[in-house]
């Protein structure tokens, strides 16, 4: 690796977009952040200022700039595609936050670009593959110390929505963690997703149909269930439960320090996905600039494969939502390129 | 009450009958077995010499002699019809081991001869309405602690299943707990079953499919599921997380000393379900024992009409698996006599 | 053992002596009341009535009465020798509760009047040895499973003090337990014990120094501490850690259903001893009843040499209490009688 | 902040040095290392090449050079002093490993140096006032969440000490962390100290009394005991429960994955204290050289007066062990300097 610092330029200065800048800024070796885009300059120029940065109006110019190394990309999901075939195509690395596009047929016109470049430059932000605890959950399952998996149980609770969130969006922008995730424990692709709702909370918008389950199947015989429950008022939680044929493992538990106070045991719940899976962003993003500097990519992150299998398994869950059947999930072959 | 002892009379003296007999000789205040009755004499005199009882081989005998105030039935579910209406007939207090019958139409003539005869004198072996956490999960959901039920997941594990068992009585056996528990923790009739299956364990007997999830459907829209999994290896393990508009909570997590010991915390798993619910099963003898010398039922416990409602459900639960459809179970209207 | 129910006679209609009615009458199999003896005539009226026995005032007389097999006595500490002295002389076994007698001198004087008599016959009411946790920390004591027993972390804490608790009550009352616990987890007598106080909770009575750290010795090094808390506020907690040469092991940690709800996780704290402690009640007069009608005492039980050894550890803690030194534990040589 | 990387001089490359070289390298962003000086060349050299900076054999040359902004001190305590006294004399930040300097009297030196030069330049290496628990534990106590403190209870295990490690260092190198902790969790000075040992582990090297418990006593009134048990076994564990007037709070449960494998639930115990504390490490460093940039100390951090301080305690400790004797604990009155 050189001395010289990865000079990055970030798309998109939403709140995703300003967490990545300061972790860049602050917490990153071998990083720092030159330039901010977005659509609104002077959001632009707030999360600029806060990392000694420039801001830019065009995404474009930001990825184009010669002074530009790598590329972050946290603007929403539909404009991913034409900054994504940008980046590549002047084949710089690029972080894009999940959903990599909000389809498959867009994805895979990314997967398309990137061989044709002929260069593996794009990972997807699936932060969980970072968190300390997936990962050992991973390892548990990868040297078989619990047997060969049978089932997953999971949950993945928000304390609120926010205001516009709808039903299918509890699929393609909360779900896709679990979609991923179990992808990538398992080492398997999904084959099938069903999705069942019940009684809504009284607390979720008029709608909104919230939580609902999704059950999912995998190529090697796994059952996977996921609780999505996004109104559930009491904080962040996100659990998975493994069970295989020697034993389970939980996820996902309680933390910090145990209080005893006003006859109650127990301790506070974190707040949100911030709180949750800090340290993995930063590790996410450290390892994905430390790979950039070399010339690589992290073969422990989603890679552009990952993103479109991804989209590939929520637009069958949305179908599967729409029509309360379930629905298979259809894949092209996976190119060598991505093996 | 009077100061006389309830004279029980116990039919079946297999696994279940030994214990509840020394469970009413040493445990249990105000009752005395008097006499044990099983085809096999030699197993009825063993049982009977443990608590002073007489053994004899014919059921009916000891549920109409004249020393036997009330009747435990604790033999195989398909022999329960015929001593089920013996009892009524004589009009003693009967506690029948789950199932009361094995489908719903028997069990609907017990419940027409217990109206018929104008008094309510069944108990159904329903333990976990005993079981202390079980008991404040329904205090929760019945205070509105937790707010109006979303959600139930529940996971039902045993060590290893005994020889013989198939995936059907994965049902009938074994969910038909989870059923009752549902609808007496709910105060909800049962709407709907599914059941699906995945890769099993290689440690399941040749042709049980095992683990599977079974998906309950309620009358209030509360969506249930179950992992049953009868060869888990590692413990007897029985769990439910309740997931209500305000909150969540958990029954069944580990218990005991806390160890820390070979570079692992934890502690031991139970081992079987009386390990798990002995004193479940000694509140529920002995409030079923108060009850009788009060020339009264228990009516926390589960009656003849939730032991034909648990029926219908592992009817349509059966079918389910067989067709890989959900299914919905079907109940005759509730009569007054059950209000 | 007979099918002869036991005739109880209660000594002391107090709290305590309540709550044992009701156990006997309504929990313990093969017991019964037939007398209860108190001071305040309408007060043992009251619980006699709870069990159908008969009240009277002078417990002598209940100890005399021909109906009487044995005897539990739960009237104040300071009263307990003659009572026992007369319940040893007719040679009925006898419950006492803690303390066995107010201080070393009189314990041994129903010492030497159980062993002239030539059969024990006294049982002293040191509840947790009859606990399922204290019993599973023994036993990983006994086994080895936790190596020579190095130290014990012990946290004994109230919610209130009730009026008129003085800081000697502390020990004599409260740590007695940890003292009698320490003793028969480790088989070890102890030998010395220290006393500190720092600042006191504003919730304490004028006067009471509370919370205190108590440090105890045995006779095989091990050290012992115990902090004695009795306004502590959130609810009643009895908690001991266990280190040994192989590992540790901690009981009396938090319970029953784990909630999630307004942005905490945990549960309820038991409220009370009897709470925290009754089914280890009903298991002490149970065993303690069976052996009774056996003519026998129970061998797990606490006898009257272990009330002796807890008074000669109270006295000795409280002059630690008093001096702010270390100070030791006197016994007397254990007579082969209570080997 | 400037955009100019703060260059890192290492004094020491053992361990912890070692440590320190690659968390600057890879995670710490806007610092680098330049220099690495080992009395052992060689493996200067090796730590030195793998943050891509240079190693010499003369701590003073490195402290001295022109192109280090901040010296990071990672030898043995007993060559502190005089590195400490270079760095404060040309005027660099500096951040020290603990101890300080072994003793109170070299320590206030240092403290006198610092003072002479005006400027607060010594940070010392109190790695917990980083960890995230501690960190919450502190903001509940400071908060007043729990009420008024009132007592600590401590457990500091290591599975194996190190060959040569004496009971003297159980004090000056283990509880010394407990002695810091004690003072920033509390905002109290610690006015005495006290020694108590039982039997010692078979584990223990010949010798080495292991375990101790180690009493402290501070100036608001609180009593805090720390069980050190340097040959525990079974891993690496720190625990600190806080009992206050409203409550406690317990840090330093067991975390991970939560198994259930083999007939026990449980999980992993942390291996050491990098294992353990390597978050905090990193914060620790970040901070403190984003502080260095700025030309700022972190107030949050341990100054020359908390390493003098535990220097302190630390002497009253090896006192206390050999006397058997409570011994107080002597400090100079607080310069304003370090107010």
Known sequence: MTNQDLR???????????????????????????????????????????????????????????????????SPGVV????????????????????????????????EAEEARGRRLVQVGFMRRFDAEYAE???????????????????HRNPTAPPGFTSQMMIFDSVVHEFDATRWLLGQELTAVSVRAGHSTALAAEGLVDPQVVSIETTGGVLVDVEIFVNCGFGYQVRCEAVGERGTALIGGDRGPVLHRGGQWGGAI??????????????????WADAARRGEVDRAAASAWDGYAAAAACEAGVQAQASGQRTEVELVDRPDFYA
Chains 1, 2, 3, 4 share one sequence.
């Open 137 to 155: 959950l991973k390892r548990l399952l990868d040297t078989g110390e619990l047997g060969r998996p049978l089932l997953l149980h999971c949950a």
């Open 270 to 287: 974190t707040a949100d996905f911030r709180d949750r899976f800090g340290a993995a962003f930063d590790r996410e993003v450290q390892r």
């Open 8 to 74: 990055v330029g970030l798309v998109g200065a939403g709140k995703m977009g300003a967490d990545h800048a300061l972790r860049i800024h602050e917490r990153i070796s071998g990083a720092r952040l030159v330039a901010v885009a977005d659509p609104d300059l002077d959001r632009a120029q707030q999360v600029a200022d806060t990392a000694g940065a420039r801001a830019q109006q065009d995404p474009f110019e930001v990825i184009a700039a010669s002074d530009v190394d790598a590329v972050v990309i946290a």
């Open 80 to 111: 991913h595609e034409p900054l994504l075939l940008a980046a590549i195509e002047r084949g710089v690395p690029v972080l894009c936050e999940k959903p990599l596009t909000p389809d498959p047929k867009s994805s895979l016109r990314v997967l």
